[in-house]
């Protein structure tokens, strides 16, 4: 497996602006990419999926792609999973807890997916959603507006990789309180959610009742569908929703906030969970 990042060397150019009256300035120099391969995610000896992903934090990556794809809903249902490094390190395989198994049916759903999009490999429509274990709605917890409004800024300055390359997205899980209980990096805004599932189903913290799942990009019907899975009943993002993943949220009572920018949010559902002082 190789690293996060990828050294290449560019031709880097500055134009001018119109009324400055210079010229064109060019220059040779490395640059850091955000390093993108593919991982072999496979259950009991078969393959089940293949994603595009930053390498790092693998295991996370399996365990939570399992989870939110509802083909598992907890650590106790894995037995153990170990990265390939005849395959290069991408190759993740997964070995089931005794007496479980995932049927070829469920298998031929799920084979490919992109760093783009986490539901292009799907066979059918009624593939894409996936059936939550907790109930969502039921989480009564308070979000403080003003606390919620600097959660951005925290997911910024804990973004190792971004800082370096500027590529990748973010996912991030805080408590109540604002606290940052795991971050993970990904060129697939899916796969950072995934990481971040898994670590928590690793950890043995399923559902992730009364926590925020803050994203740095926009908020998809993918996204909201594998928070609702992983029991987080708020969803913030820096950028929009989709029409689908805000009726997705309405339906399963989970409050989705989008345009979390400076000091101003959009709440698009569950505005109870808001508070405004």
């Known amino acids: 497996m190789t690293g996060r990042t990828a050294r290449r060397r560019i031709l880097r150019v500055t134009t001018p602006w119109p009324d400055d009256g210079g010229g064109l300035d060019s220059s040779h120099r490395a640059d850091l990419l955000a390093t993108e391969e593919p991982l072999e995610i496979r259950v009991n000896?078969?393959?089940?999926?293949?994603?595009?992903?930053?390498?790092?934090?693998?295991?996370?990556?399996a365990?939570?792609?399992?989870?939110?794809?509802?083909?598992?809903?907890?650590a106790a249902d894995i037995a153990g999973i170990?990265?390939?490094?005849?395959d290069g390190g991408n190759a993740a395989d997964v070995t089931l807890a005794a007496g479980l198994d995932i049927d070829d049916d469920r298998l031929r759903r799920n084979f490919l997916t992109t760093s783009a999009c986490g539901v292009c490999g799907k066979a059918s429509i009624d593939a894409i959603r996936v059936r939550a274990a907790y109930d969502v709605a039921a989480d009564q917890v308070s979000?403080?507006?003003?606390?919620?409004?600097g959660l951005p800024g925290k997911l910024r300055a804990a973004q190792r990789v971004f800082a370096h390359?500027?590529?990748?997205?973010?996912?991030g899980v805080f408590s109540a309180?604002?606290?940052?209980?795991?971050?993970?990096?990904?060129?697939?805004?899916?796969?950072a959610v995934d990481k971040v599932a898994g670590w928590a189903t690793r950890e043995g913290r399923l559902p992730l009742?009364?926590?925020?799942?803050?994203?740095s990009g926009r908020a998809s019907f993918e996204l909201v569908q594998?928070?609702?899975?992983?029991?987080?009943?708020?969803?913030?993002?820096?950028?929009?929703?989709?029409?689908?993943?805000?009726?997705?949220?309405a339906e399963a009572g989970m409050t989705l906030v989008g345009f979390l920018r400076g000091n101003s949010m959009n709440v698009y559902t569950g505005t109870h969970r808001i508070a405004v002082r």
């Open 143 to 149: 979000i403080d507006a003003a606390m919620l409004s």
């Open 63 to 74: 365990a939570g792609f399992l989870v939110t794809e509802g083909l598992v809903r907890a």
């Open 82 to 86: 170990q990265i390939c490094t005849t």
């Open 45 to 61: 000896g078969r393959p089940l999926a293949v994603t595009m992903r930053t390498p790092g934090d693998d295991i996370d990556l």
């Open 209 to 215: 009742a009364g926590c925020v799942l803050l994203v």
């Open 177 to 191: 309180d604002g606290a940052l209980l795991a971050l993970r990096e990904d060129v697939g805004r899916h796969n």
């Open 226 to 249: 594998k928070a609702y899975v992983a029991g987080i009943p708020v969803v913030a993002a820096v950028s929009a929703p989709s029409s689908l993943a805000a009726d997705l949220a």
């Open 165 to 171: 390359t500027g590529g990748l997205h973010a996912a």
